[in-house]
C-alpha cells in the first residue's frame, strides 16, 4: 500500500482545515479518517445552528487575549494567520459572512451547514480523501519514518505525515500519548452555573447588561462583567460563560461547589444610599416593588431580590427601616448564591487541557517529540471563551499545520 502524504485523524474544523490547506499547497495524497458517520458534526450544531466561524477582533495582540489558555504561542500563529485571514479565506471560497453588532462573525446565510459545505467542497475539490466510521484506534511509528494507522477494525493506512485533530475527544488524547506526548488533564470550559436558590426561577428569562460577578477561591479572585442570563437552573449568559473559563480548572477541583457573587450596581455605597433615601422622601407612598433604585433590574428580579433581603413587596418607600435599606445596599453591592454544580445538560462547549503546548513547535505545528506527527484544533491545550474564538484557533492551528506539511512534501519532491 503506498504510503499517504498526509493522514488527517478527525474531521471536524480543525482537520478540514488543515487538509484543504495542505491539499492547496500541493500536497497531493490526503485523506480524513473520521470515526463517526457525520462530518464536522460540531460546526453543525455551534452558535445554535448558525456557527460563530470567528471574531471581528483583528489585532493579533487583542485576539490572544481571549484564550484564557494559549499563552503567546498563540500570538505567533495569529501573526501569521488571524481573523481577517479566516474572513478572507471563507469569503474567497465563496462563503459570504457578516459581523454581527457584538463582532461575532456568522454565515450572511444563518446556517452553518453552508460552513460544513464550504468546507466539504473545497477540500473535494482538491481530491482530499474522505473515510467515515474509521476511528482510529492505534498509531504505530514505523523504523522508516511512516505511520501505520490502524482503525478499531484492525484496518490499517500508512501515512508520511499524520495530524491527530480529534477536538476533546479522549482517544486523540491516548493516540498522543502512546507518540510520546504528555497530556493536561482536560476539564470542561464555557458552562453555566446551576444552583438551588429559592425562587430564583421566577426569574427565569431575566437578561441583564453589564453585571460584574466573581468568585474567590483558595485565595484567587476571579472577575468579569458581562451580560447575565438567569435561567431555571441558575446562571447563564456571556459573563458566566467566561468566567467558567477563566476558572475552568479551579472549578472543577471545587467539584463545582462554590460560593458565586453578583454586583447588581456598580454604584458606591453612599450613592446608593443617597438613592434610597431619595425615594424614601420623594416616593414615599409607592410601594418599594413598584420603583427601583437600579431601574436597569427588572421588576420580576427587583421582587425577587426584596423576598430574597426579607422586605415585604407591598411595603411604601416611607416605611423602610434604616436598617432594610443597609441589606438593601448590601445585597446590591454584594449578593452570594451557592452554586452547587454545572449546567445540567452537560452541556459545556469546549475542553480546556489536551495535549500540552510546550511540546509542539507553533511555527509547524509539528510534535518536538515525534517527528512527521502534528496537532490542530482543540486536542491542544488551548481553549477561547465564547465569540467564536475557539474555531479561530481551529482554523490558526490547522492552516499552520497544512502549510507545515505542504513545505515538507515540497522538500522531497525536490530532494
Ligand atoms: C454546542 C456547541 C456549540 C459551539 N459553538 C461554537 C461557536 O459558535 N463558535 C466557536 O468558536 N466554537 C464553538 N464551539 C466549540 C467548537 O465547536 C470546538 O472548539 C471545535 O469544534 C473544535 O474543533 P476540532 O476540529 O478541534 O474538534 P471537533 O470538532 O471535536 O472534531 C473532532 C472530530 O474528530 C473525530 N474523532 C475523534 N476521535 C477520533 C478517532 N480516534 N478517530 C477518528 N475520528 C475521531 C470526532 O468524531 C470529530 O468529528 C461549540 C461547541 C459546542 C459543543
Known amino acids: 500500500m503506498e504510503p499517504f502524504d498526509l493522514v488527517v485523524v478527525g474531521g471536524g474544523p480543525a482537520g478540514f482545515m488543515t487538509a484543504i490547506t495542505a491539499a492547496e499547497n500541493g500536497v497531493k495524497r490526503i485523506i480524513i479518517l473520521e470515526g463517526t458517520s457525520k462530518l464536522m458534526e ?9 456557527c460563530n466561524v470567528t471574531n471581528a477582533t483583528w489585532i493579533p495582540n487583542e485576539l490572544v487575549e481571549n484564550y484564557p489558555r494559549g499563552g503567546i504561542q498563540l500570538l505567533e500563529s495569529f501573526n501569521r494567520f488571524a481573523a481577517g485571514d479566516v474572513f478572507d479565506w471563507f469569503e474567497k471560497r465563496g462563503l459570504k459572512l457578516k459581523i454581527e453588532e457584538d463582532k461575532r462573525v456568522f454565515p450572511k446565510s444563518n446556517s452553518s451547514l453552508d460552513v460544513i459545505n464550504c468546507l466539504r467542497k473545497s477540500a473535494i475539490l482538491k481530491n482530499v480523501e474522505i473515510l467515515k466510521k474509521f476511528f482510529v484506534k492505534e498509531i504505530v511509528k514505523t523504523p522508516d519514518n511512516l505511520f501505520n494507522i490502524f482503525s478499531l477494525k484492525k484496518e490499517n493506512i500508512i501515512a508520511k505525515n499524520i495530524i491527530i485533530s480529534t477536538g476533546g475527544h479522549p482517544s486523540g488524547y491516548k493516540l498522543a500519548q502512546n507518540l510520546g506526548h504528555s497530556i493536561v488533564k482536560p476539564v470542561p470550559s464555557l458552562f453555566t452555573f446551576s444552583t438551588k436558590e429559592e425562587n430564583l426561577n421566577e426569574c427565569s428569562g431575566v437578561s441583564i447588561k453589564d453585571i460584574d460577578i466573581e468568585i474567590k477561591l483558595n485565595n484567587k479572585t476571579f472577575q468579569n462583567r458581562g451580560d447575565l442570563l438567569i435561567t431555571h437552573w441558575g446562571f447563564s449568559g456571556p459573563v458566566v460563560l467566561k468566567l467558567s473559563s477563566i476558572a475552568a480548572r479551579e472549578l472543577f477541583n471545587q ?55 426579607g422586605i415585604d413587596k407591598e411595603k411604601k418607600w416611607a416605611e423602610l427601616l434604616s436598617d432594610e435599606r443597609d441589606k438593601m445596599i448590601n445585597t446590591l453591592l454584594k449578593d452570594n448564591y451557592m452554586i452547587s454544580g454545572k449546567g445540567p445538560f452537560g452541556e459545556e462547549f469546549v475542553t480546556s487541557g489536551g495535549v ?3 511540546e509542539v513547535c507553533f511555527k509547524s505545528m509539528e510534535s518536538l517529540i515525534c517527528p512527521g506527527l502534528f496537532f490542530s484544533g482543540e486536542v491542544l491545550d488551548v481553549d477561547g ?6 474555531f479561530q484557533h481551529c482554523w490558526t492551528s490547522g492552516w499552520i499545520a497544512g502549510m507545515a506539511v505542504s513545505k515538507i512534501n515540497l522538500k522531497v519532491t525536490n530532494q
Open 42 to 50: 460540531k460546526v453543525r450544531i455551534s452558535g445554535g445552528g448558525r
Open 255 to 309: 467539584k463545582y461547589r462554590f460560593n458565586l457573587i453578583i454586583k447588581w450596581s456598580v454604584l458606591s455605597y453612599a450613592e446608593l444610599k443617597e438613592k434610597i433615601n431619595y425615594l424614601r422622601l420623594n416616593k414615599g407612598k409607592v410601594n418599594v416593588m413598584n420603583s427601583r433604585p437600579i431601574p436597569s433590574l427588572t421588576k420580576r428580579l427587583w421582587i425577587f431580590l426584596l423576598n430574597k433581603i
Open 356 to 358: 500540552k503546548i510546550n
Open 385 to 390: 471563551i465564547t465569540g467564536g474564538f475557539n
